[in-house]
């Protein structure tokens, strides 16, 4: 079942890096963008390591990323994004300021529904890119953020002096999950979320065997869930 109608805007995507939301939830983003509802995105890294290239500094390939990154939400039609600029693959070492940065964004903000890494993906077996560290601090950070903090006026009540008022969040869906039990159909936006994608060179993306390989991810996800092409995610309700 398509279930695109249970992801209720506003919405914010809460990622590590900057190809993470494209290829995880692109098409997704693509038909909500379309329909009216407003989509917001915030990047905890710049991806500022994310290469093999040893004459590129971190300073240049974050530029470099951030500029895919804002070319790439424009294919889907988002503009509203957010850099927080902490260090690739540092993210575990900066819990504090890290969930303060995503409190601070969801009072802002206001979502319905936050789609972000799945904080418990699962053991790693069907996809070990799911439990690298930066994804698995973003996803448990960002779901005690929006459901444990964000509420709660005593957790950062500087915020108040500041016009930011508690907010929770209807809802959390986690992509890169093992567990996948909402699924997307993304079959009539595929180009879309391709040109998308294609957009993050620097990760290699564009190169042609590229777009079979995430189809293919699509359609196994399809056929869970009796879609053409799908993106799977896993529901998370607050307490």
Known sequence: MDAIGEIVGPVLVISAHEDDIEIHAGGTIARLVAAGTPVSYLLATSGNRGTGDRSVTMEELAARREAEQRAAAA?????????LGFDDGDLMYEGRRLREAFIRCIRAT???????????????SADSCSIYPDHLTVGLTAFQAAFVCAPGPLFHPEHLEQGLEPWKPERLFGFMSSQPDRFVEIGQVWEQKWAAIQEHRSQGRQL????EFFQNIGRELGERSGLELAEGFRLLLPT
């Open 208 to 211: 042609p065997r590229m777009e």
């Open 110 to 124: 206001r979502p319905a529904a936050i789609i972000t890494h799945d904080p418990l993906p699962g053991n790693g």
């Open 75 to 83: 294919k889907l039609g988002v503009t509203d994004l957010t850099f």
